[in-house]
C-alpha cells in the first residue's frame, strides 16, 4: 500500500501567535497543505498531545511556560511518537547536538522558513514510508499466523529450522518423533531427526543450502525417533521466514506417495489459462514479485512487456467465440515459440505478457519489436480463413526503486494503450516507458503549454458533485469541479494544475471558463438548481473579477440565492482583503460565500472578522479521524462553534457508511458530501435518489 499525506496534521510550540501563523502561511504557500494547532504553553502543550492525533511537531526552545526539552519528556511519557523539528534561535553545530541528543528529528533557524519548509517536506516523506513499513509488517505478521494456523491443520510433518536447529514443529512432525510436545523440540538440531547412515547426505545437503538458500531440495533418508526406531521418509527443505526471520521450512512425507508432484499438478491447474495453456495473471504477478525482490536486492533490471491484439472485438464478431479462442490459441503457441526463457502468461481476455531479466532496455526494445513482428505474420487458419491479425506492444520496466509488481505492469498497460493509437488507431506498434516522459508530463512547462491550448480550444472538463441537506431533500446543490483531459484517455485534476496555472497568471481565465460554463449547464437542466464554484487565490487578486462573475450570472438568468462562491482557508488568509472585497461585492447581489478546507489554520474563526461567509467546508482530515474519540470530540466542536455562529457546515470526502453514521448523529452539520453519497458527475443532472 502506498501512503500519501495529502493534509499534514501539524502541531506548533511557540512563543509567538503570529509568527506562528506566518509561518503556517509559508508552508501553505510552498504547497504544503496542513492542519494546525497553535501552544503557547505547557498547558496548551498537553492538551493538544492527549485530544488529538498529529504527524510532525514544530518547537521553539521555550513557549510561554513550556520549554522544548519538557515537550519531549511529554512525547516520551505519553509515548507519542512524533517526529519533532526545533526552531532554534541560533543555529550552531552546538545547537543541533544539543536538540538532536534531546530527540529532535530536525534542527533548524527559527528565521529560515524555506528551509523549515524543505525539513517539513523531507519529514513527511519520512512518515510516509513509516506507515508503508508498519503496514507491510503488519501484513508479513497476519501472513504468518494464517500460515501458521494452516501448518497446524495441515497433514503433513513441517517444522521450521534456523541454524540446523529446530524452532518450531506442528503436531504431526512432534508426534512423528515421538516427543511429546513441540517445545521439546525447541533447540534439537535436525541430525538428529535421521537416521546415522544418513548424516552424510544431510551434511553435504545442508552445505549446498548454506551457498544458495533459496533452492527447494529433497533428501530421501531414514527418520528417527526417540525410541530410536527408524522409518522411510522424504525430508524437502525450502526457503520461508518463522516470526519475522529468514529460516528453512521442513516438510516430510511418507516415502512412496509423492505429494509433492500431485500438489503441483494442482497448482499448475489452478494457474493455467484454459483457453490458451498458458500460466494466469495470478501467476504473473508472483512472477514480477520475485523481479521487484530481485530488483531490490541485486539491482536486477527486467522488463515486463504488454502485448495486446489489435480489433480483437471484430475478429470475436467475425469468427466467433469458439473462432477466437482458436486465434488465441495460435497467438499464444508463437508466443511461446518465439519468447526464449521470458515468463508468458494471457493476462486478459486479448492480453498478453511477458516476463525477463534484461541487461538493458535496448534488449526489451528488441524483443518487443520481434513479438509485433511475430504476430504480425503469424496469420492463423480459422474455421477455413486466413486471418490477418497484428499486435501493440507497450515495455516497462521493474527496476531498482520499483515498489511493486502492480504499479509496473500499469505503467507497461498505459504504453500499450498508447501503442494503439498509433498509425491512426490501427496499432500494431510498439511504446517503451521512458521515465522521462513522466517527468515532461508533470513539468511545469508542459502543463502550461496544455492550459495554454485548452484556454484557447475550451476544452477543459466539469465534473458536478451533489451536497445533501440534512434538513431538506428538495433543495439541490451541486459543487463545481474542474480537469484537464489528456491525450492518453486520463486527466489532470485541478489540485495538479491549478499551481502551475496561478504562476502563469491562467487562474483567473481558468476560474471564469469554469463559472461561465457551469452555469450555462445549470441554466440548461431546466429545474432550481444551487451551484458551488472554487475561486482560486490568486484569482481573487483580479478585482474585475467579482464584478465579470455577477454579469455572467446576468447572462445565464441565475439568481443570486442559488449562486455560492468558495474559497480555501489559505487563500482567504493569504488574499485576506481581496477576499472580503470579493465577498462583499457578491454578497450584495445576493449571492453567498464559503471557506473551504475549514479547520486547517491555528485559528481559522478569525476570518470571519473580515469574511462574512455564510457556510464552511471542512478539511478532509476531520473526516477520516471519526473513527476516533477524540477525532469525533474535535469535529463536534469547531462543528458547534461554525453553527452558533448562524454559519452552515458542510462535510465532506464521507466515504463509508460508518462515516455517514458517524457524521448524522453528529448534530450541527447541514450537509454531507462524498463518493459513498455520489461521486463526481460527468453532466450535471439531479441523481435519482435525491
Known amino acids: ?73 511529554h512525547l516520551n511519557r505519553l509515548g507519542k511518537a512524533i517526529p519533532v523539528i526545533l526552531l532554534a534561535d541560533e543555529f550552531t553545530p552546538e545547537t543541533v547536538k544539543e536538540g538532536m541528543t534531546h530527540g529532535a528529528r530536525a534542527v533548524a533557524p527559527c528565521n529560515d522558513r524555506e528551509l523549515i519548509s524543505l525539513m517539513v517536506d523531507r519529514l513527511a516523506e519520512f512518515l510516509r514510508l513509516r506507515k508503508e513499513l508498519q503496514h507491510s509488517e503488519i501484513v508479513r505478521h497476519d501472513a504468518e499466523k494464517r500460515l501458521s494456523l494452516l501448518m497446524d491443520q495441515s497433514r503433513d ?22 516427543y511429546e510436545d513441540a517445545d521439546d523440540l525447541a533447540g534439537v538440531p535436525i541430525m538428529d531427526m535421521v537416521s546415522a547412515a544418513d548424516h552424510d547426505k544431510l551434511k553435504n545437503l545442508l552445505r549446498s543450502r548454506a551457498q544458495d538458500e533459496n533452492q527447494t531440495q529433497e533428501l530421501e533418508c531414514k527418520g528417527v525417533n526417540t525410541d530410536g526406531e527408524e522409518f522411510d521418509a522424504t525430508f524437502t527443505f525450502s526457503p520461508s521466514t518463522y516470526d519475522g526471520e529468514a529460516c528453512t521450512q521442513i516438510v516430510i512425507r511418507a516415502a512412496g506417495v509423492n505429494q509433492s508432484e500431485i500438489e503441483e499438478r494442482i497448482r499448475e491447474i489452478s494457474e493455467k489459462d484454459q483457453v490458451t495453456g498458458l500460466f494466469s495473471r495470478k501467476w504473473f504477478i508472483e512472477q514480477m514479485d520475485d523481479a521487484v525482490a530481485a530488483a531490490a536486492r541485486e539491482s536486477q533490471l527486467s522488463a515486463v ?3 495486446r491484439l489489435d480489433d480483437f472485438e471484430h475478429h470475436q464478431s467475425s469468427l466467433g467465440i469458439e473462432g477466437a ?7 499464444a503457441n508463437s508466443l511461446v515459440e518465439n519468447s526464449g526463457d521470458a515468463s508468458l502468461a494471457r493476462v486478459d481476455g486479448e492480453d498478453f505478457a511477458l516476463l525477463l531479466p534484461v541487461e538493458d532496455t535496448d534488449v526489451a526494445t528488441e524483443l518487443a519489436e520481434k513479438m509485433r513482428k511475430v504476430v504480425e505474420q503469424l496469420m492463423p487458419e480459422v474455421s477455413a480463413r486466413t486471418v490477418q491479425v497484428t499486435a501493440s506492444v507497450g515495455v516497462a520496466f ?20 498508447h501503442a494503439q493509437r498509433a498509425n491512426e488507431g490501427k496499432g500494431n506498434s510498439v511504446k ?5 516522459d513522466d517527468v515532461a508530463a508533470g513539468s511545469s512547462e508542459a502543463i502550461a503549454m496544455q492550459l495554454r491550448q485548452a484556454l484557447e480550444k475550451s476544452s477543459f472538463k466539469l465534473k458536478y458533485q451533489p451536497l445533501m441537506n440534512l434538513e431538506d431533500d428538495s433543495e439541490h446543490l451541486f459543487e463545481v469541479f474542474v480537469n484537464l483531459p489528456q491525450k492518453e484517455g486520463d486527466v489532470l485534476e485541478a489540485q495538479d494544475f491549478m499551481p502551475v496555472a496561478s504562476e502563469e497568471g491562467f487562474a483567473g481565465k481558468i476560474d471564469r471558463w ?21 475561486i482560486n487565490g490568486s484569482s481573487l487578486a483580479d478585482a474585475g473579477l467579482a464584478d465579470w462573475m455577477l454579469k455572467a450570472m446576468k447572462a445565464a438568468k441565475m439568481e443570486g440565492r442559488n449562486v455560492i462562491f468558495q474559497f480555501t482557508e489559505a487563500d482567504a488568509t493569504t488574499y485576506l482583503k481581496q477576499a472580503a472585497l470579493f465577498a462583499q461585492k457578491v454578497q450584495f447581489a445576493g449571492c453567498k460565500v464559503s471557506i473551504s478546507r475549514f479547520g486547517g489554520g491555528l485559528d481559522p474563526f478569525k476570518l470571519f472578522e ?62 454531507l458530501q462524498g463518493y459513498y453519497l455520489q461521486p463526481p458527475m460527468d453532466v450535471l443532472e439531479i441523481p435519482e435518489t435525491a
Open 1 to 73: 500500500m502506498s501512503y500519501v499525506l495529502d493534509n499534514l496534521r501539524l502541531l506548533i510550540a511557540h512563543d509567538s501567535q503570529d509568527e506562528a501563523e506566518q509561518l503556517m502561511n509559508a508552508l501553505r504557500n510552498a504547497g504544503r497543505a496542513t492542519r494546525a494547532e497553535l501552544a503557547l504553553g505547557d498547558d496548551d502543550l498537553l492538551r493538544a498531545l492527549k485530544g488529538g492525533s498529529w504527524e510532525l511537531m514544530l518547537c521553539r526552545p521555550s513557549f510561554g511556560d513550556g520549554t522544548f526539552e519538557k515537550a519531549m519528556a
Open 157 to 178: 510433518a513441517i517444522a521450521y529450522v534456523l541454524d540446523g536447529m529446530h524452532i518450531h514443529a506442528n503436531d504431526n512432525y512432534v508426534e512423528m518423533f515421538g
Open 305 to 307: 512487456l504488454y502485448l
Open 325 to 331: 479462442d482458436e486465434m488465441l490459441r495460435a497467438v
Open 398 to 417: 521493474i527496476r531498482e526503486d520499483a515498489r511493486n509488481s502492480q504499479n509496473t505492469l500499469t505503467t507497461a498497460l498505459k504504453c500499450c494503450n
Open 432 to 436: 517503451v516507458h521512458d521515465p522521462m
Open 514 to 534: 469554469v463559472v461561465l460554463n457551469g452555469m450555462r449547464a445549470a441554466a440548461a437542466l431546466g429545474q432550481p438548481v444551487k451551484m458551488l464554484f472554487n
Open 610 to 671: 473580515h469574511i462574512p461567509a455564510s457556510m464552511v467546508k471542512f478539511e478532509g482530515s476531520f473526516t477520516q479521524e471519526l473513527a476516533k474519540p477524540e477525532g469525533r470530540a474535535r469535529l463536534a466542536d469547531i462543528v458547534k462553534q461554525v453553527s452558533e455562529g448562524g454559519r452552515a457546515s458542510v462535510i465532506g470526502f464521507v466515504e463509508s457508511a460508518a462515516q455517514m453514521q458517524a457524521l448524522w448523529t453528529l448534530g450541527g452539520v447541514n450537509y
